[in-house]
């Protein structure tokens, strides 16, 4: 079956600094990418939609300037958190959909990235 | 937004036994979708059922849609130890066919 691939798995950051999560799909090529953030024992919260080459789309009461997304090719998207802060500690899970079907192509989702922040 | 809301939030059964979840949502929906999450990890797709669709089965999980009730079930027959983890249901609408997320269902299965 299709696999995303997220790295780092988790990282441990000091206060101010920038971290870059990298999310691959690794056996298909990704139109639609998608970042959420889910704290312990809660929902999946959608953050942003990422179309390749265009600008990523952010929901409601997420920072673009401090979440900042690149989707440069179909087959990989970043997410970088800028001047992290503890409250940006979280686990945060990207998601591929392939080709231009969505209402038949199916999400499939990476391991997640555990971001502690000191 | 679309939110589906699971029910139990927790569930705690011995091997053996079935295990049964649901999930209500509020708005008309394009599909549906369970989803499988261990511990500090990504999610696994189970199934999609579509809104024309009423029951689906996949090995041992069975799926059910009732858009009437804006419900539906996932049962887990014959639980395993190994199917200790959370479920969530994942609903979209609208065109852009992007799910949201209830909070899940914590099931531990006791060997």
């Keep these: ?118 | 937004s679309q939110q589906g809301e699971e029910d139990p939030q927790a569930l705690s059964i011995q091997e053996g036994e079935n295990a049964t979840m649901n999930c209500s949502y509020k708005t008309s929906i394009n599909n549906l979708q369970w989803y499988r999450q261990n511990s500090g990890r990504g999610l696994v797709h189970l199934i999609l059922i579509r809104s024309n669709e009423r029951e689906k089965h996949s090995g041992r999980l069975r799926v059910t849609l009732d858009t009437s009730k804006k419900s539906s079930s996932l049962l887990i027959t014959a639980s395993r130890a190994a199917d200790t983890a959370s479920y969530f249901c994942a609903t979209d609408v609208g065109g852009s066919y992007i799910p949201t997320f209830g909070r899940g269902t914590s099931l531990i299965v006791h060997p």
Aim: hydrophobic share 30%; aromatic share 10%; with cysteine.
């Design chain 1, 1 to 118: 079956g299709a696999v995303v691939s997220q790295h780092p798995s988790w990282v441990i950051c000091k206060s101010g600094t920038s971290v870059k999560i990298e999310c691959r799909s690794l056996d298909f090529q990704a139109t639609t990418m998608f970042w959420y953030r889910q704290f312990p024992k809660q929902s999946l919260m959608l953050m942003a939609t990422s179309n390749e080459g265009s600008k990523a789309t952010y929901e409601q009461g997420v920072e673009k300037d401090k979440f900042l997304i690149n989707h440069a090719s179909l087959t990989l998207s970043t997410l970088t958190v800028t001047s992290a802060h503890p409250e940006d500690s979280s686990f945060y899970i990207c998601s591929a959909r392939p080709g231009t079907s969505p209402s038949t192509d199916t999400q499939y989702f990476g391991p997640g990235t555990r971001l502690t922040v000191l």
